[in-house]
């Protein structure tokens, strides 16, 4: 692993489509003026219009690559900004469901490190507490949430993300 981020990586990878389209370019600025000098020579001939013709696509190229390269740029851009929100908005549903389930601040704690599939040991060594203190707290929380363990709790969140819905809880 390189140890770069999802967005250096994201950057990397567009500078890179934005070198290979300018190498494009120049080729056809290249070319449009071979195609430019062949024109005085003999525009009738064989090789000038099958140079022009493969001018004529490279050209067409680049401009559908730059423009393929803007949109996919846009919809990165889009999609970035719509998993901001859906993480907000998953931070705001785990938040209300533990203030209707009515969770302390100490369980609210425990059950995030939970969400985020931290094993009782670490959650312990986390907030400074026994790993019994941790237990029982995950106990009280499965508890007043209506599930049987970790499974149930993670997957009660991950059903509303898929469309599902919170169950209704009494």
């Known amino acids: 692993m390189t140890g770069r981020t ?9 500078a890179a489509l934005v070198a290979f389209l300018l190498v ?18 003999d525009p009738q001939s064989i090789h000038f219009i099958f140079e022009a013709l493969v001018t004529g696509a490279l050209t067409l190229g680049v401009v559908f690559g730059a423009l393929a ?9 889009a999609q970035e900004a719509a998993l901001d ?24 704690d425990v059950g995030l ?3 985020k599939g931290l094993d009782v040991a670490e959650i312990a060594e986390v907030r400074g507490a026994a790993q019994g203190t941790v237990r029982a707290q995950l106990t009280r ?14 997957a009660y969140f991950v059903e509303d993300l898929m469309g599902q819905g919170l169950k209704a809880q009494a």
């Open 6 to 14: 999802p967005q250096e990586a994201r950057r990397r990878q567009t």
């Open 24 to 41: 494009q370019t120049l080729a056809v600025v290249f070319f449009i003026g071979d195609v430019i000098g062949d024109l005085r020579e």
């Open 69 to 77: 390269l803007r949109r996919t740029i846009d919809l990165l851009r």
């Open 85 to 108: 929100v859906a993480r907000g908005a998953l931070s705001d549903v785990i938040e209300a469901q533990f203030a209707a389930w009515g969770l302390t601040p100490a369980e609210r």
């Open 113 to 115: 490190l939970a969400l």
């Open 141 to 154: 929380i499965y508890s007043k949430a209506g599930v049987s363990g970790r499974a149930q709790f993670a």
